[in-house]
């Protein structure tokens, strides 16, 4: 029909017999008339290329606005100019608002009596389902193609009794073979002998299921050694039977995986014995180990828990999120440690402190888990107690320090009034030359002294401990303090010397003047006190970097070595001066105090040849 040119004849039916053809023809087909092309006659199947446009009686570029970009109308006007008619295979159409389209075509010319081209039969056929099908499968073979060249996993495709067919170049590294040397071959000539029952059994249920099937198992490469494989695969069926036509199988090289596996599992017998459970398990957290710890503190045997997930095991509904988060932080590469709430087989809990950690193969990707815990129920058991202790203790110190303060008011102004009763009666001896009074009188007032010493001290280290004690930070000159302390001393031991260096006349120090000089004071008495037969007592203030230091030597007993590194202990006391008085309160007092200043108290010592003490305090700059 569109060869001739010429319209089909009316058959005996008449001319209704032809409208009726192509009306009823699946093809798209129209007739145009004349060198604009204009529209006479299309079927349905035509109009449906133009749904809600009206064709009849308008020209082709009157539709189709982008006719000439499309290159339909330079055919349309060919079929006048040449006479002859044009053919289209698979060509792109888009009509205006529609979605792209493919077609074959003919427009064919259509003539009048004397034979001249006076329109165009055309007929068209949608082969659009056909061009896209063909499109994507040529794109999944191309894709299928790069898969099976670079993949580092080897491709194969086998017969259903094993023989390879196909073998992706990969197989090259991974078993030193050329895909020509595996093709034809069957499969099991290259498995391990000992695994060879386990392979078959797999085989079998490939053949059986649609599911895939994975299997790790040793292959011999070329060169005759054996490497560990893990091989994953299923059967192509085709779509109309169901019958298999070839199996398929992605196969990859695990042997230092298994050698990590290995070595975890190694690892962890050796941390059989250790008085923690140790479980091994893979990324997904399926056990892989458990030891004979991990079955008394869970209450599940080894056997019990092999290839479950360890989460069904130790954790309860309520630890659940938790669990979740720590699998979480572990395949983000991170370990984890910490005290989580355990649960045993019976369904009873107790707390545990757990450590996760990755293990990795030797190129640091992560294989697997290894999980330590410990059951910390007496841990927690103790640390209440302990909690408890402490808070009695801290009660025992506040009534410790409530009667230490108690006692310094209600003990200290009794003493007061009773030192000041015998400094009346002492004057009033001596007026009358009484010296037998004086002495007793002297003995009173100094004990009198000493006991409010005494109180004194445990009153500041009461608090100093307590963190209570108040320091008044003020701006002082320290040479003519100490000078002021020296000559007090002086008047009441005559017979010492006490020489006074003072270096760095004028140094001023930023500090708490009533404790610091309380400090040197005691140094000072001390070193008068252990003097021994020298007699003599040094003391040197001196400027040294952003520090002053004022440092008291004594020529006298010294203090034992191996006493030395405790002489700044609460109520410590030199076994070579037992026979002195006091309860060894000062220089912890005093180190205290110079440290609660940013300052510090120092000792250097040689038994018979005497002590220096130095106490260093912050310069104050103007």
């Not at 053949?207 to 292959?219: A, C, F, G, K, V």
């Not at 037969?533 to 440092?551: G, I, N, P």
């Not at 300052?599 to 103007?622: E, Q, V, W």
Request: net charge negative; hydrophobic share 35%.
């Amino acid at each position: 029909m569109a060869g001739t040119g010429q319209l089909p004849s009316q058959g005996a039916g008449g001319r209704g017999t032809y409208e009726d053809a192509f009306s009823a023809s699946l093809s798209a087909q129209s007739i145009m008339r004349g060198p604009e092309h204009r529209y006479e006659a299309v079927n349905p199947a035509y109009q449906a290329i133009f749904p809600g446009v009206e064709l009849v009686g308008r020209t082709v570029r009157e539709v189709i606005p982008d006719i000439e970009e499309q290159g339909y109308g330079a055919l349309l006007d060919a079929v006048y100019e040449t006479g002859q008619p044009q053919y289209g295979h698979e060509v792109r159409f888009q009509a205006p608002g529609q979605q792209v389209t493919y077609f074959n075509f003919v427009f064919a010319p259509m003539r009048d009596q004397r034979g001249a081209v006076n329109g165009i039969y055309v007929e068209a056929h949608d082969v659009t389902e056909q061009v896209l099908n063909r499109r994507a499968l040529e794109e999944s073979e191309r894709h299928y193609r790069l898969l099976s060249e670079y993949s580092t996993d080897m491709i194969s495709r086998h017969t259903l009794d094993g023989t390879y067919v196909f073998v992706s170049p990969a197989c090259r590294a991974l078993t030193g073979y050329e895909p020509e040397e595996l093709v034809g071959h069957s499969a099991y000539q290259f498995f391990h002998p000992d695994d060879v029952e386990q392979i078959v059994g797999t085989h079998s249920a490939i053949l059986e299921r649609p599911e895939t099937d994975t299997i790790s198992y040793r292959l011999r490469r070329k060169d005759g050694t054996y490497i560990w494989f893990e091989t994953t695969s299923r059967a192509v069926r085709t779509p109309d039977t169901g019958q298999i036509e070839e199996l398929i199988a992605v196969s990859r090289d695990i042997t230092e995986r298994k050698q990590a596996e290995e070595q975890v599992l190694f690892q962890a017998q050796l941390l059989e014995q250790v008085a923690a459970a140790v479980i091994a398990t893979d990324l997904e957290g399926t056990v892989t180990h458990w030891n004979a710890h991990a079955e008394t503190i869970y209450g599940w045997s080894r056997d019990e828990v092999l290839g479950r997930d360890i989460r069904e095991l130790t954790v309860g509904p309520a630890e659940a999120s938790v669990a979740d988060e720590i699998m979480a932080q572990l395949r983000a590469g991170r370990s984890w440690q910490g005290e989580f709430t355990a649960t045993r087989k019976d369904g009873s809990t107790f707390p545990a402190y757990v450590t996760d950690s990755l293990v990795y193969d030797a190129t640091r990707r992560p294989i697997g888990i290894v999980g330590v815990s410990a059951d910390i129920t007496e841990r927690e058991r103790a640390e209440k107690e302990r909690s408890l202790l402490l808070a009695r203790l801290e009660r025992a110190l506040e009534m410790r320090d409530r009667f230490l303060s108690i006692t310094a008011h209600e003990v200290l102004t009794p003493v007061t009034s009773a030192k000041g009763y015998a400094d009346l009666l002492r004057r009033r001896a001596k007026a009358k030359g009484d010296s037998d009074t004086i002495r007793a009188l002297d003995v009173i007032i100094s004990q009198m002294g000493r006991i409010a010493r005494l109180i004194d001290d445990l009153r500041d280290v009461s608090l100093i401990e307590s963190g209570r004690l108040e320091l008044d930070s003020t701006l002082f000159e320290l040479g003519p303090a100490v000078g002021e302390i020296i000559r007090d001393l002086e008047l009441t031991n005559p017979g010492f010397e006490i020489r006074l260096d003072e270096r760095v006349p004028g140094v001023l120090v930023q500090a708490d003047r009533v404790r610091t000089l309380q400090v040197i004071a005691n140094l000072l008495s001390n070193a008068v006190k252990y003097s021994g037969k020298s007699r003599v007592v040094e003391v040197s203030v001196d400027r040294t970097d952003d520090k002053v230091s004022v440092e008291v030597r004594d020529f006298g007993v010294g203090i034992p070595e191996p006493e030395q590194d405790r002489v700044f202990d609460p109520y410590f006391r030199a076994t070579n001066v037992s026979g002195e008085q006091g309860l060894g309160l000062g220089l912890h007092i005093g180190r205290l105090i110079a440290e609660h200043q940013g300052g510090s108290l120092t000792m250097a010592s040689c038994t018979g040849k005497g002590s220096a003490f130095c106490l260093d305090l912050p310069i104050a700059h103007r």
